[in-house]
């Protein structure tokens, strides 16, 4: 199984301030990555596919870059809705694993 | 608008078994591949199995290969998960999931609200 690793486990930042998340896989991926935004109670929403594909809806701070193992998840202005936990998902092969996440805590 | 309405959670002994169900609404059901996602109490998200649109491929996580079974009735725009043997470490929300696309069959790009599944004796 391919091992997705994210980093930081935590973060803090204020509003307005940009944030940057990585996540390394255990072997390349291409761009077959996704990430998606998770708030308290509630489910997994895709933020980007394909990398750096931003899915319909989602605000255009949020971006993505990346291919082989290593990918970021940048947040460019951060808004008090953005604080969440972040997962990384491998979507390159059976089975699709996720990174551990990510906490996004205001500062 | 896509949705997908989880039902069947609760609480059951180990050993015990549970049937989760999930319809669909908003999309034509019998076109998409679904998936299980599963998350243990303050954990993180686990994929827990995943069904073609017309049922003919199927995979499991090897966690619930041989306890869980995945399926689907297109014509009741319903997907389904039978677990049986369950054990402590399934205790979870499980979600059911819409694949994003054909070419992004293993992203899950829609979410069902989740059902609660405790094991406990």
């Known amino acids: 199984d391919i091992q997705m690793t994210q980093s930081p486990s935590s973060v803090s930042a204020s509003v307005g301030d940009r944030v940057t998340i990585t996540c390394r896989a255990s072997q390349g991926i291409s761009s077959w990555l996704a990430w998606y935004q998770q708030k308290p109670g509630k489910a997994p929403k895709l933020l980007i596919y394909?990398?750096?594909s931003l899915q319909s809806g989602v605000p255009s701070r949020f971006s993505g870059s990346g291919s082989g193992t290593d990918f970021t998840l940048t947040i460019s202005g951060l808004q008090p809705e953005d604080f969440a936990t972040y997962y990384c998902?491998?979507?390159?092969?059976?089975?699709?694993?996720f990174g551990q996440g990510t906490r996004l805590e205001i500062k | 608008e896509v949705q997908l309405v989880e039902s069947g959670g609760g609480l059951v002994q180990p050993g015990g078994s549970l049937r989760l169900s999930c319809v669909a609404s908003?999309?034509?059901?019998?076109?998409?591949?679904m998936n299980w996602v599963r998350q243990a109490p303050g954990k993180g998200l686990e994929w827990v199995s995943y069904i073609s649109s017309g049922s003919s491929t199927i995979y499991y996580a090897d966690s619930v290969k041989g306890r869980f079974t995945i399926s689907r009735d297109n014509a009741k725009n319903s997907l389904y998960l039978q677990m049986s043997s369950l054990r402590d470490e399934d205790t979870a929300v499980y979600y059911c999931a819409r694949v994003l696309s054909g070419s992004y069959s293993l992203v899950p790009g829609y979410w069902g609200q989740g059902t609660l599944v405790t094991v406990s004796s």
């Open positions: 908003g999309f034509t059901f019998s076109s998409y591949s």
């Open positions: 998902q491998q979507a390159n092969s059976f089975p699709p694993t």
């Open positions: 394909a990398a750096s």
